[in-house]
């Protein structure tokens, strides 16, 4: 996958694929991150909030598509998925299988106790630099949060409309990386 593969680094933090037995860890920044939307009034993910464990994140893990981002001290700070191949989710939302240059992201979230040090537009950042050139990496976001909206578009992705499903409707972007 570019020049991800399994170990990087970005500053402080050390980027390295989950592995199974991270489930656990990877899970609780994703739950925590639920929790906070919540509070918010935005149920994203709330679907989070009421399982134990994610069984798609634990295949995701299985399947080498997720990432867990530690600090010096080997705290896990944050998670996100990308992955080359489209699910069916990105699929429904994206229109049709897609056969580009493409990586998709998913449920980038950041651990509470690494909120306000701009760890989320690091890791856009990180994977701009180590994504192959040219690659589009796409992602969506539910349509009605302004602030995750203007934060994709500060971090350089360009909007390519709405799309509708049965949890609502989701805003589509997408960024030509690596130039």
Not at 31 to 53: H, P, S, T
Not at 55 to 74: A, C, H, P, R, S
Not at 152 to 160: D, T, V
Request: aromatic content about 12%.
């Amino acid at each position: 996958m570019g020049n991800i593969g399994k170990h990087s680094e970005m500053g402080v933090y050390m980027i390295r694929q989950a592995e199974v037995l991270d489930t656990f860890h990877v899970h609780e920044i994703l739950r925590e991150a639920a929790e906070w939307l919540n509070r918010k009034g935005i149920d994203q993910w709330n679907f989070l909030l009421e399982q134990v464990e994610d069984k798609n994140t634990k295949e995701d893990i299985e399947d080498g598509k997720v990432y867990l981002v530690l600090d010096q001290g080997f705290h896990p700070a944050a998670t996100f998925t990308l992955s080359t191949t489209q699910n069916n989710w990105d699929v429904d939302l994206w229109g049709m299988k897609q056969d580009d240059n493409a990586y998709y992201l998913h449920r980038l979230a950041v651990a509470s106790a690494y909120h306000r040090r701009h760890l989320g537009a690091s890791l856009l950042e990180w994977m701009d630099k180590n994504l192959p050139e040219q690659a589009k990496l796409r992602l969506d976001c539910v349509a009605d949060n302004p602030v995750l909206n203007h934060f994709y578009q500060h971090a350089g992705f360009s909007w390519k409309g709405y799309a509708e499903s049965p949890e609502g409707e989701f805003s589509l972007y997408e960024k030509v990386v690596g130039r």
